[in-house]
């Protein structure tokens, strides 16, 4: 008992002396908590592993496919300055589309679909990407227009993101739908890792996305034009860049990647309506983690949720794994609300 | 020839009319200095005359052609630059991809154009692949002078290049200035610095709550009794 509250009592010594740090010096508390968080990801990961490799290599397949949903919407916010709630939806029209274009019928090797997933994954991403322009232009640009403010757009974003769930509810009902139908035994791996052919796809699929992305992102003009409206809208302006074509391409980026990660998450599982709804805590957390607007934050701290959303598994019901990414999403936001990569303000 | 000129220009933010009808004129490689105490509508002239802000009444004439309320993306096509007060510079973009975006609307090959303006800013040169975030006050006022030049404008609208710098920095930025003005470029700038900018500028403008309330040479306001004492300190 006399332990107990002598532990108390330190913690409370070091809480304060934490709350005092922030108040006193800024500076050395935004690097301690910088510096701090990364161990803690890492002492994290390494204990993940050692506790089961399995549930991490779960953990990076779905974190690939959050990824792939975080970035377009770390973008999108980066650029439109406002949280995009219909990001979730949009994965999923990417998968139900993808589905609709899916001609089943011959396999890649050991995967458990052929080409024609390949042209439905194109499908998904092309009518995704060009439907957020439409709809950019439909629904956010006379908002721009009105000058309403980031409530409005995030409003706007939800209304989108149920109308598109009723949309697919209303196409293909509520029962879940799978790609391709049968048994698809996985590969054993060294340390008792089990992984499918088709997850390696999965991730495959991600790192050669994220590669794209960052080619266009820091080698080719829209792309640095898209970093710098999301640094200074103004300047971006004053500059001659044209925020209408910039904000077309985030859409027709974002949106692809979208619908990319829609499929991936429907191999990975099944389709249901309700799919991309359910990934939108993951996604925001993730983004938030990172440091809003930027991908490598995107990139890191989709891979920190879904792995310690997993390995959470061993000890908690899987029912409430999302209370992780919750846990996490409100821990980041006290501590350092700017992210790992986010810039100061 | 009159390069720029701003005549009788109304503009404001909403409902609040800042400018009650404001004119400046620059000739052909002049420097202009629009001086005026904190909250007269300097800035504000500089964002109308670009099209950052609606122009309300009046007009705005660049090169003898009527541009008023052209958009930003426009002027810079036409080849007028503007560096904004604060916030000049692409923070997260390093010193190369800001002058990239400089020369954004450029089709052709502007890399000749980068080394030879790198080359006017030798610190800056020596950083080109730091982050603008990085950089020290000074050294971002000439990446922002740096990237205003990346069009080959033909005025450059420049509000408080020397503003919250070290004085030997004013010194290097006024000295940069008339470097540009020498290669052809009429300035039209905004400056705290009075005493300074208007030694070096052909033409100076004070205003005063939204409206001119003096003009000259730079040389007859510095010797102005009226801008002696509220502008020069004494
Ligand atoms: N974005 C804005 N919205 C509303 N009012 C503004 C805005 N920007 C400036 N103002 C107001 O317009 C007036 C003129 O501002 P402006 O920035 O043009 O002054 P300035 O002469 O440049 O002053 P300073 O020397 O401080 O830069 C001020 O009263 C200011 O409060
Ligand atoms: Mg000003």
């Given amino acids: 008992m006399a332990e107990l509250v002598a532990r108390a009592g330190k913690a409370r010594t070091l809480l304060t002396t934490l709350v005092m740090l922030r108040r006193e010096r800024p500076d050395l508390f935004d690097a301690a908590t910088g510096i701090g968080l990364w161990v803690l990801f890492g002492a994290f990961l390494i204990f993940a592993v050692i506790t089961d490799l399995q549930l991490v290599v779960v953990g990076i397949i779905l974190g690939s496919i959050v990824a792939l949903g975080a970035i377009g919407l770390t973008l999108v916010y980066g650029i439109m300055k406002f949280a995009n709630f219909a990001h979730g939806d949009m994965m999923m029209c990417g998968a139900y589309l993808a589905f609709f274009a899916f001609i089943s019928g011959g396999s890649i090797g050991p995967l458990s679909f052929g080409y024609g997933m390949i042209l439905a994954i194109l499908v998904a991403m092309i009518s995704v990407g060009v439907g957020s322009v439409v709809i950019d232009r439909l629904v956010y640009h006379p908002l721009r227009q009105r000058g309403s403010g980031v409530v409005v757009f995030a409003i706007a974003s939800l209304g989108l993101a149920i109308t598109f769930r009723a949309l697919i509810l209303l196409w293909w009902g509520p029962q879940p739908q799978i790609y391709v139908t049968g048994i698809h035994p996985a590969w054993d791996l060294p340390f008792g890792v089990k992984i499918k052919p088709d997850q390696i796809f999965i991730i495959a699929t991600t790192l050669f996305l994220i590669a794209a992305v960052y080619v266009l992102l820091f080698r080719t003009r829209i792309g640095k034009a898209m970093r710098a409206m999301s640094d200074n809208l103004e300047l971006a302006r004053v500059s001659g860049i044209n925020p209408d074509q910039v904000i077309m391409w985030t859409w027709l980026i974002g949106g692809s990647l979208a619908a990319v990660a829609g499929v991936l998450l429907g191999i990975q599982s099944q389709l249901t309506p309700d799919m991309g709804f359910s990934l939108l805590l993951p996604l925001f957390a993730a983004t938030i983690l990172g440091g809003i607007g930027s991908p490598h934050g995107a990139l890191t701290g989709a891979m920190v949720v879904s792995i310690a959303q997993q390995v959470s598994t061993s000890w908690i019901d899987p029912g409430y794994k999302v209370a992780v990414a919750f846990i996490l999403l409100i821990l980041m936001l006290a501590v350092r609300p700017r992210g790992l990569f986010g810039m100061k303000t | ?234």
Avoid: W
Wanted: charged share 25%; with cysteine; glycine share 10%.
């Fill in chain 2, 1 to 234: 020839m009159t390069m720029l000129e701003a005549r009788e220009v109304v503009s404001g933010y909403g409902e609040v009319e800042i400018l009650h009808g404001v004119s400046i004129k620059v000739e052909e490689e002049q420097i202009v200095t629009i001086i005026g105490p904190n909250g007269a509508g300097k800035s504000t002239l500089l964002k109308t005359v670009f099209g950052l802000l609606p122009c309300r009444r009046g007009r705005v004439l660049f090169g003898g052609e009527d541009v008023t309320g052209q958009s930003p993306q426009t002027m810079v096509r036409k080849g007028m630059c503007y560096v904004p007060q604060s916030e000049n510079v692409f923070p997260t973009l390093t010193v190369q991809e800001n002058l990239e975006m400089g020369a954004f609307i450029r089709r052709d090959n502007y890399r000749p154009k980068m080394e030879e303006v790198l080359a006017l800013f030798p610190d800056v040169m020596e950083r080109r692949h730091t982050r603008a975030g990085k950089l020290s006050g000074g050294q971002r006022q000439m990446l922002a002078l740096a990237r205003a030049l990346m069009l080959e404008p033909r005025v450059l609208l420049l509000d408080e290049p020397s503003a919250s710098l070290a004085p030997n920095m004013v010194e290097l930025v006024f000295a940069k200035i008339s470097d540009i003005r020498r290669s052809g470029v009429a300035i039209v700038m905004v400056e705290q610095n009075a005493r300074e900018s208007l030694k070096l500028s052909n033409r100076g403008y004070v205003l005063a709550m939204g409206e001119n309330r003096l003009e000259g040479t730079g040389e007859s306001l510095l010797d102005s009794e009226e801008v002696g004492r509220l502008y020069l300190g004494g």
